[in-house]
């Protein structure tokens, strides 16, 4: 959502010049007519060229009208005749300003203040440039004095509301938009600025009356518009949402955070088309846009579709190297050059978005709890692939030893998956409408342990959450594989396979090696007891099936190659592949059609519930790993249906997943190191029946009786690792790397 929080300037005028041209002139000026009033200062200088005030009031028109360069040469001339000269020095400094010359701003500022020390307007902007530069809590200081010398100054109050709403402290933030308010009732942008504030918070009703009392002062409020439509989608009402960011739009077509928001509802609609056009029209108001920038790369990669990858693969790497491009970095994993240029995202995303509390919420308190307070924070308590995996370790957790709570802000749920989790822990806390403030006071009032983050920078994530340091442990686990790229993330759960020393430095969390696997899977999990035919599943009668089930997103032009080449090595064979939204099959088909390939040995799937698609997968003869990113939920979902996983090892986390998997199930010799390695072996499988039926049974053989189905061993070792750092630290001591013993 982009907002937009107003934050005036003031050109104060002065009748210090007891002339009767130049009040003439300062009438103009004050009216609007610049040309006339310009004419008149000239008028002057032509008589007086050391007149001070004529020199500085000509400035300020250049300002006005756009020209910072000269208004900095014409006010330092004012300057240079009369140096007490407070007005100019506050106006040179607004021109600096709008340079974004920010220390000569600063200056200036600070000079018009030593020379009028109660001038309230030098005060603001003096603020205004300190909040530009990030120094948030010297800018609140100055909006306060600015404040103590012109009690009644609105933009004051408005400026300093938003100053302490970036900083976190939404209720003083909304008493200054409400003094602001009470001086001037109806200022539009302190209006919108409270809807923002309680937006954020997550009071949607009352954001909506806050943004609808704008419009009715001011109907062509484009923000209004814009973040009304925010509130809307968030309360579901998805038509009205789409009608208010269109609304925008027709007041202002080149507002790119409408059309990102457009998109993003689009997206979400299953009408990829419409959001990649609405994403495009944002980059090609704003090049520099990076949400919509990865927004229209993500809705590409989704559809596979694939003009240009290459090149925009290299942009986005190139602007997260550089430091000039925000993406969300849970996008960037499926294009990302290298673990450092991962983290290098995961570090400039947290530090705009989520910068960790100014002042945390645990201070240092050494709690003494019988049990260890474990709070799992999720969206994802429903029908969804880390429910899938999670619901038996939360159901075995030792109650002896560890309190477990569930802190959920997904969507509510009726489901069956709902219902079983709901009974797997002790405390079950659906907080999807509280700030990420009010969550992180919850955890600290309930002296939480151990916060464990199940989604990072995922979809519906939530890491403001634990900016506000509410727990003295607080781990990264399974959503997100990746480092965040923060300091309140203490550890990371991972694997020697995983995360190697090799990648350590590209963490800035503490691991915590798992000794088999990092994922944790759930030995519960039914599988359909029909088991459909190839004919109800469009599968050819016979034929070898190569297939992958990953999200489309992580398929890319090099590995579709591989596919081409193995279908047409393979005769009779065909690819078996999930279907995310309806463009998948016309692109991928294209793609294979441009490829050699007869476009309809392509074969999609659509969803289903989870033991369907466990089921209708054992039809399947071989699952096709994807890289950079590879299959994690769905190489188990293959693994525990009896389907081998082959894989390629990648270069950093997420492209290593299938790797730590099959060698927990005892099945290396289905990892390779490159693509050559993992196209030769799986056209091998494909084309020598006896090897490939030798595969088949060892993973029959092994599924139950090694590490990766077992919930309990992994279960034993968790709860080892949260012993160990609680212990650690309950001695005072810092986090650390540590391996977990096997048990």
Same mark, same amino acid.
């Given at each position: 959502?982009?907002?937009?929080?107003?934050?005036?300037?003031?050109?104060?005028?002065?009748?210090?010049?007891?002339?009767?041209?130049?009040?003439?002139?300062?009438?103009?000026?004050?009216?609007?007519?610049?040309?006339?009033?310009?004419?008149?200062?000239?008028?002057?200088?032509?008589?007086?060229?050391?007149?001070?005030?004529?020199?500085?009031?000509?400035?300020?028109?250049?300002?006005?009208?756009?020209?910072?360069?000269?208004?900095?040469?014409?006010?330092?001339?004012?300057?240079?005749?009369?140096?007490?000269?407070?007005?100019?020095?506050?106006?040179?400094?607004?021109?600096?300003?709008?340079?974004?010359?920010?220390?000569?701003?600063?200056?200036?500022?600070?000079?018009?203040?030593?020379?009028?020390?109660?001038?309230?307007?030098? #005060?603001?902007?003096?603020?205004?440039?300190?909040?530009?530069?990030?120094?948030?809590?010297?800018?609140?200081?100055?909006?306060?004095?600015?404040?103590?010398?012109?009690?009644?100054?609105?933009?004051?109050?408005?400026?300093?509301?938003?100053?302490?709403?970036?900083?976190?402290?939404?209720?003083?933030?909304?008493?200054?938009?409400?003094?602001?308010?009470?001086?001037?009732?109806?200022?539009?942008?302190?209006?919108?600025?409270?809807?923002?504030?309680?937006?954020?918070?997550?009071?949607?009703?009352?954001?909506?009356?806050?943004?609808?009392?704008?419009?009715?002062?001011?109907?062509?409020?484009?923000?209004?518009?814009?973040?009304?439509?925010?509130?809307?989608?968030?309360?579901?009402?998805?038509?009205?949402?789409?009608?208010?960011?269109?609304?925008?739009?027709?007041?202002?077509?080149?507002?790119?955070?409408?059309?990102?928001?457009?998109?993003?509802?689009?997206?979400?609609?299953?009408?990829?088309?419409?959001?990649?056009?609405?994403?495009?029209?944002?980059?090609?108001?704003?090049?520099?846009?990076?949400?919509?920038?990865?927004? #229209?790369?993500?809705?590409?990669?989704?559809?596979?579709?694939?003009?240009?990858?290459?090149?925009?693969?290299?942009?986005?790497?190139?602007?997260?190297?550089?430091?000039?491009?925000?993406?969300?970095?849970?996008?960037?994993?499926?294009?990302?050059?290298?673990?450092?240029?991962?983290?290098?995202?995961?570090?400039?995303?947290?530090?705009?978005?989520?910068?960790?509390?100014?002042?945390?919420?645990?201070?240092?308190?050494?709690?003494?709890?019988?049990?260890?307070?474990?709070?799992?924070?999720?969206?994802?308590?429903?029908?969804?692939?880390?429910?899938?995996?999670?619901?038996?370790?939360?159901?075995?957790?030792?109650?002896?030893?560890?309190?477990?709570?569930?802190?959920?802000?997904?969507?509510?749920?009726?489901?069956?998956?709902?219902?079983?989790?709901?009974?797997?822990?002790?405390?079950?806390?659906?907080?999807?409408?509280?700030?990420?403030?009010?969550?992180?006071?919850?955890?600290?009032?309930?002296?939480?342990?151990?916060?464990?983050?199940?989604?990072? #920078?995922?979809?519906?994530?939530?890491?403001?959450?634990?900016?506000?340091?509410?727990?003295?442990?607080?781990?990264?686990?399974?959503?997100?594989?990746?480092?965040?790229?923060?300091?309140?993330?203490?550890?990371?759960?991972?694997?020697?396979?995983?995360?190697?020393?090799?990648?350590?430095?590209?963490?800035?969390?503490?691991?915590?090696?798992?000794?088999?696997?990092?994922?944790?899977?759930?030995?519960?999990?039914?599988?359909?007891?029909?088991?459909?035919?190839?004919?109800?599943?469009?599968?050819?009668?016979?034929?070898?099936?190569?297939?992958?089930?990953?999200?489309?997103?992580?398929?890319?032009?090099?590995?579709?190659?591989?596919?081409?080449?193995?279908?047409?090595?393979?005769?009779?064979?065909?690819?078996?592949?999930?279907?995310?939204?309806?463009?998948?099959?016309?692109?991928?088909?294209?793609?294979?059609?441009?490829?050699?390939?007869?476009?309809?040995?392509?074969?999609?799937?659509?969803?289903?519930?989870?033991?369907?698609?466990?089921?209708?997968?054992?039809?399947?003869?071989?699952?096709?790993?994807?890289?950079?990113?590879?299959?994690?939920?769905?190489?188990?979902?293959?693994?525990?249906?009896?389907?081998?996983?082959?894989?390629?090892?990648?270069?950093?986390?997420?492209?290593?997943?299938?790797?730590?998997?099959?060698?927990?199930?005892?099945?290396?010799?289905?990892?390779?190191?490159?693509?050559?390695?993992?196209?030769?072996?799986?056209?091998?499988?494909?084309?020598?029946?006896?090897?490939?039926?030798?595969?088949?049974?060892?993973?029959?053989?092994?599924?139950?009786?090694?590490?990766?189905?077992?919930?309990?061993?992994?279960?034993?070792?968790?709860?080892?690792?949260?012993?160990?750092?609680?212990?650690?630290?309950?001695?005072?001591?810092?986090?650390?790397?540590?391996?977990?013993?096997?048990?």
């Amino acid at each position: 959502m982009v907002k937009r929080l107003a934050a005036r300037q003031a050109h104060p005028i002065t009748l210090d010049v007891p002339n009767d041209l130049l009040k003439t002139a300062l009438a103009h000026h004050q009216a609007g007519r610049l040309p006339e009033a310009e004419a008149v200062y000239r008028q002057i200088l032509d008589a007086h060229p050391d007149s001070a005030d004529a020199w500085h009031w000509l400035g300020v028109i250049g300002q006005q009208t756009g020209q910072p360069e000269q208004a900095v040469k014409l006010i330092s001339r004012a300057l240079s005749l009369r140096p007490n000269y407070a007005e100019a020095h506050y106006n040179l400094g607004f021109a600096y300003q709008t340079g974004r010359q920010w220390d000569k701003a600063l200056h200036c500022f600070q000079q018009a203040i030593l020379l009028k020390p109660d001038f309230a307007e030098a #005060y603001c902007s003096l603020a205004n440039t300190l909040k530009a530069l990030g120094r948030l809590e010297e800018a609140a200081l100055r909006y306060r004095q600015a404040i103590s010398f012109k009690l009644s100054y609105t933009d004051a109050h408005n400026n300093l509301g938003n100053t302490l709403r970036l900083l976190g402290q939404y209720d003083e933030a909304l008493a200054c938009f409400r003094n602001a308010l009470h001086f001037k009732p109806d200022a539009v942008d302190s209006l919108n600025n409270m809807g923002v504030t309680l937006q954020e918070q997550k009071h949607y009703q009352a954001a909506g009356e806050y943004f609808i009392r704008v419009l009715q002062i001011k109907p062509d409020h484009t923000q209004a518009h814009n973040n009304l439509g925010g509130v809307l989608q968030a309360l579901g009402r998805i038509d009205e949402a789409i009608a208010s960011f269109e609304r925008a739009l027709a007041i202002d077509p080149g507002l790119a955070g409408a059309h990102n928001n457009l998109g993003l509802l689009y997206r979400k609609r299953g009408k990829q088309a419409e959001a990649l056009k609405h994403f495009q029209q944002a980059l090609a108001i704003n090049p520099e846009f990076a949400e919509a920038s990865y927004n #229209y790369h993500d809705v590409q990669l989704n559809c596979c579709y694939w003009e240009n990858y290459d090149r925009h693969v290299q942009h986005i790497n190139q602007a997260v190297h550089t430091g000039l491009g925000r993406y969300l970095p849970f996008a960037f994993l499926a294009v990302a050059k290298s673990p450092a240029h991962a983290l290098t995202c995961a570090r400039l995303y947290a530090a705009e978005f989520y910068p960790p509390a100014k002042i945390p919420l645990w201070n240092g308190t050494i709690y003494q709890h019988p049990r260890i307070r474990v709070a799992y924070l999720s969206a994802d308590y429903h029908n969804h692939a880390t429910a899938y995996l999670m619901a038996g370790l939360f159901e075995k957790h030792d109650r002896s030893r560890f309190e477990i709570t569930a802190v959920s802000f997904g969507p509510p749920s009726e489901g069956d998956m709902r219902q079983r989790l709901l009974q797997a822990f002790e405390r079950f806390a659906d907080v999807r409408d509280f700030s990420d403030h009010q969550v992180a006071m919850l955890l600290r009032e309930w002296e939480i342990d151990i916060a464990v983050d199940l989604k990072g #920078y995922t979809t519906e994530g939530r890491p403001g959450i634990l900016a506000y340091r509410p727990a003295p442990i607080q781990i990264n686990y399974l959503g997100y594989p990746g480092s965040m790229g923060c300091d309140y993330l203490d550890y990371i759960i991972a694997d020697r396979y995983v995360l190697p020393d090799s990648d350590r430095p590209f963490y800035t969390e503490k691991v915590i090696l798992m000794p088999d696997t990092y994922q944790v899977n759930d030995d519960q999990r039914r599988i359909a007891e029909h088991t459909p035919s190839r004919g109800e599943m469009n599968l050819p009668e016979t034929g070898f099936i190569f297939s992958c089930f990953n999200n489309n997103y992580k398929i890319n032009p090099p590995l579709f190659d591989v596919w081409m080449r193995l279908l047409r090595q393979t005769d009779g064979s065909v690819l078996w592949l999930f279907q995310n939204n309806p463009l998948v099959a016309a692109n991928l088909r294209q793609e294979a059609q441009n490829r050699g390939v007869d476009p309809r040995r392509l074969i999609f799937a659509p969803a289903v519930v989870l033991d369907r698609h466990l089921a209708r997968i054992q039809l399947a003869d071989l699952f096709l790993d994807t890289l950079p990113y590879n299959a994690h939920t769905t190489a188990s979902d293959a693994l525990w249906a009896g389907l081998p996983v082959l894989t390629c090892v990648g270069e950093s986390f997420p492209g290593r997943v299938a790797a730590s998997l099959l060698r927990a199930i005892d099945l290396p010799e289905l990892i390779t190191e490159n693509l050559a390695d993992y196209e030769a072996l799986a056209l091998q499988l494909a084309t020598q029946p006896e090897r490939y039926r030798q595969i088949r049974e060892k993973l029959a053989q092994n599924r139950l009786q090694t590490p990766l189905f077992d919930t309990d061993r992994f279960r034993r070792h968790l709860e080892s690792a949260y012993q160990s750092i609680y212990q650690r630290q309950q001695q005072g001591l810092p986090p650390e790397d540590f391996a977990v013993p096997a048990v």
